[in-house]
């Protein structure tokens, strides 16, 4: 509880809880405003989860195949920051729909490796106390997104001041990533019982 790193991966968790929830909630209304029947909207929305799907799958692969994992997390999370800056200001359906699935693919390809950092600096309990947490916290993601959607939504008219505030917690969240490291000097008695020090 007394770990920086814990509520670093949390706010980390945070913002690929802000993306999963918010572009699966609003997707199929953005879709829609192109004036598609219900059924290709419903359809088309499938897309980028499939994208997604692909990205949990080959990342975790391939960060396996590496053998490594700071890198596997924050690149996917930097290709979603990407996608979502390219799906806010796209005009054309097509475009908005390879920017979503890039969204997708980045946010769903980074969890895997991300799961594995917490093992870096914590062991035993405080590594089940420390998961807990993280997951509490990036579960804030879930009511954070759709609300903050909803209240650019409101406010201006349009979706894309939303997904252009996701994709800047996004960026945040790379560098939250790459500051751990500067934690891997610390001693066990710095961080408390139940810890290591950062790989």
Sequence with gaps: ??????YILGFVMCSVVLNVYSVGFFLPQI???FG???????????????AGSVGILWMARRSDAKGERRWHT???????????????LAQNLE???????LVAFGAYGCVSAFWTLPSTFLTGAAMASGIAVINSIGALGGFAGPWLMGIVKDATGSFSGGLLCLAIVDVLAVAAVFALPS???ASEDAWGSGTKRVR
Aim: hydrophobic share 65%.
């Design 31 to 33: 879709v829609k405003a």
């Design 1 to 6: 509880m007394l770990s920086p790193a814990v």
């Design 74 to 88: 924050a690149i996917p999370l930097f290709l979603a920051a990407i996608g979502l800056v390219i799906a806010a």
């Design 36 to 50: 598609l029947t219900y059924t290709q909207t419903g359809l088309l929305s499938a897309v980028p989860f499939i």
């Design 95 to 101: 475009v908005k729909f390879l920017a979503f699935s």
């Design 183 to 185: 934690m891997r000097h």
